[in-house]
Every structure is written in C-alpha cells, then in structure tokens.
C-alpha cells in the first residue's frame, strides 16, 4: 500500500504527526502536495473527489479510503503501520490521547492567533500576549503534568505498553513548545523528566534520526504552528532570581 | 450493559452529544455527577482510578473501560447502540465528521473565552467581540456550508446514508448556536435548509423528543459552551436593510 499524505507546503504543521508514523515505520508514502502543490489537494477540499470529503487538511488517501483529521488518521494508521497494540482498549486509550494532543495543538496556535486565523499575527498581538501568558503559566503545565503522569502509569517510557504513535507525537509536542517557548520550558523542564527523556529517546531512532537529518523535515518557522515570537515566551529571569529547578507556574 | 456517564453538573457542554446518544437508543446509563455530585469525577480525573485517566470530562465508564473525549467515546457508543453503520470506512467517515464538529464546539466556546478560561467572560469582552465577528462571519458559514455539502452529498437528510449520532451532533449544533448567535443564524439558515430540517426532524424523533421535555435535558446557559451574549451576536438589521434571505458573510 502506497499511501498518500495531503498537507500544505511549506510548514510541519498537523501534517507532522502524520509523516513522523509513516517515517518512523519506513511506510511507502507521498507527501503529495510537496510533489504537485498545494493545488492538488483542492478537488477534495471542494468535494469533488469520491469518498469523504475533508474539512481541512492533513488528509490520507489509503486506496480508495480518504481519511481527514489527524488523530483519525493515525487511528487508521496505527495498527497498520505496528504502532499501537491491537487490542481494541489499548487502540481507543492512544486515540484519547492523541486527541488530547490535538487539543493542547489549537491552543499553541491559538496564542498567536487568539482573535481570527483570518488577520495577521501583528492585528492580534495584545490579545495574543494575554493568550500566550495564561497558555504558558497554566495550560502547557495542565497538559504536560498530564502526559508525564500518564509515562508514569506506564513504564515511564512509552505512553504505552511499547513504542507507539503516541511517542512520536508527544516528541513532536515537545520539540515545538521547546521552539516556540524557550524560556517556558526551561522552567517546566525540571518537572518533567520521562517526557524530555521520551523526547530525546525518540529523536535518536534510527528512521526518525534519518527522517530528521533530511529535507523531508522542515524547520519550524513562523508560518507554522508553533512559532518563536519572543513577546509571547516568558521573560527572561536574571541569574539571581531564577533558581535551579525553578517552576513557577506549574500545577498539578 | 449499564453506561456511566460522567460530565459536570449544572451545563449541557460537551457531554450532551454522548447524553443525545445514549438518550436516542434508549441505553441503560447513569448520569453520575448529576447523582452523586462533581466529586465523583476526581478519582478518574486523579489518575487514582484503573484504566485510562482522562484529560478532562466528559468520560463513560463501560464496564471497566473508561473512554475519554467526546468523539472518541461516541466512535465506540456507534455501533453499539446501532447508531453508525458497522463498516470501518462508514466509522472512520463518521468519526472525521465527530472531529470537525467537536473543532466547531472549540471555537464557539472561545468566542466567549479567546484570552483564558481561567478569566472571566467580563474580563476578555473586548477580544471577545472580534473574536466572536470573526466566528459569526467566515467561521460559522465556512463549518455550517460544510456539513450542509455532507447531507447534499449522501441523501439530503442524513449525514451518513442512515441516521446516526452525526445527525445527532448536528442537531447540538445547530441549536446551540441557534440559542448563542439568534440573529447571525437568522441570516445564515435560509443557505442551509438540508441541516434546518435535520435539526427538525431530531427533535421530533420519539426519544429525543421525550428528553427535551424531560428534566434531564437542561436548559442552555451563560455558564456553558454556547452563551447568549447579546454584543457578540449580528447587529440587528432594521426592516430596510434586512432583505428576505440574506446572507452576508456566507463565504461558499
């Protein structure tokens, strides 16, 4: 099965989680939009492409299956590509939290968008500066001291039994707040241990490292979903008020 | 089986779309906080319970799974309750439909909370309102257009070939911004007649029926996802300007 990913050009976006399974399965796929442009996901985006029709993209064309939202497809994905246990619990716990990961997603983007994905980022900039403050002092803490917890249910190393969809998310989870919030995470970082070791873990698979290393893997950039504004991070501490291990903000 | 549902007291919010569910196959369920209080979701919500622990309510206990976020607690109800066709394509589609409403449901809570819902509605009414204008104009219309081409594309009157909880959803949908956005809506129904009479026809389905008359089904509130605040509805056209089916703002 050769599978066919529809994404925007240009950024990583919802489109990454999906290529970082396929990636990290070795699956036959095209990134079609990066081949033929973003003008070759329009017949579905209309509805005048059989089978169901997408709201948004990322969508996966799997022969004549065509499957949108991105926890949906890696719903599809998973058991297909060996990255999640068959069993019909442990395939719905992965979807949950897949979709708390789509959650915690809309938020990031939200900090820079908190009025409209139709202005620009510099017509919104006081409502996202309010947005982005109450995002990093207590929703990226309620979501990560959630995913922590949940490595600890674990084993403290896979969000599941074994390796599976959900890692390679939450890496990509990590890897953009760390982009996107620098200062944040280094004040939360302290609190979560099995996350960044999860992070580190996985950036070092073989297929994932490969994938990384190559043009495949754009860089993060302000177009995308975690974007680096400065304004939007934490301030930065001065040396004598920021302490080893300092956490303010965080609750659990 | 005896479903335990689990959602906060007081709101209709996200758990109304699993209660429609269970309410329409005349499941055996227990509405849990609305008999034993909030606190009986702590446990869960604590990671103190075996199996999943769950982000945030709505949760449903079936015997000792415990199923977390809507659309995911509705993907396994489906076919359970004979409330989605059993063929994995027809689950998949359904589930995608689940997904972008539930994406419709973030955006209209946030229209009251764009900043933080840690903050009062009263110290964000500023954001509020353009985020709401945004939401009324493009956003709405480009999710209502949207599922409106879904009942187009299957028969007209349901969003899959039979009725399903999809049409359900949508019946939440539509009522709920009906009740938040009464003048927008006004001007977007007439562009919209497949889902207005979907809506119609759920609400006189013998069960549904008999649960909107019930105690059980609450009224809508300010304390809930879709709020009646008059300033982030249309401007009220006067008789001159209000023409019989129009419908500015409808992007197609």
Not at 138 to 164: T, V, W
Not at 170 to 192: E, H, S, V
Request: with cysteine.
């Amino acid at each position: 099965m050769r599978y066919e990913l529809y994404y925007w050009t240009g950024i990583q976006g919802r489109g990454e989680f999906v290529r970082l399974a396929l990636e990290d399965a070795g699956a036959d796929y095209i990134d079609v939009a990066r081949e033929q442009g973003d003008a070759a996901m329009m017949p579905f985006l209309r509805g005048n492409h059989p089978g169901a029709r997408p709201f948004a993209p990322p969508f996966l064309k799997a022969g004549r299956t065509v499957i949108a939202q991105t926890a949906a497809i890696l719903f599809y994905l998973g058991p297909r590509l060996g990255l999640v246990p068959q069993s019909e619990t442990a395939r719905l716990y992965a979807h949950q939290l897949l979709l708390t990961i789509s959650d915690l997603v809309v938020e990031a983007h939200d900090t820079h968008h908190p009025i409209a994905g139709s202005l620009y980022y510099e017509d919104q900039r006081a409502a996202a500066k309010k947005r982005a403050e109450d995002f990093r002092q207590r929703r990226i803490p309620k979501f990560l001291n959630y995913f922590e917890s949940i490595l600890e249910r674990s084993n403290g190393k896979h969000a599941l039994a074994l390796h599976s969809y959900v890692d390679l998310s939450l890496f990509q989870i990590m890897t953009g707040l760390n982009y996107a919030f620098p200062r944040a995470m280094n004040g939360l970082r302290p609190k979560l241990p099995h996350l960044c070791a999860l992070a580190e873990r996985v950036a070092t698979r073989p297929r994932i490292a490969a994938y990384l290393a190559s043009p495949r893997r754009l860089d993060f950039n302000e177009s995308d979903i975690f974007r680096h504004y400065p304004e939007l991070d934490a301030k930065q501490l001065s040396a004598q008020t920021r302490q080893p291990g300092d956490n303010a903000g965080v609750t659990k």
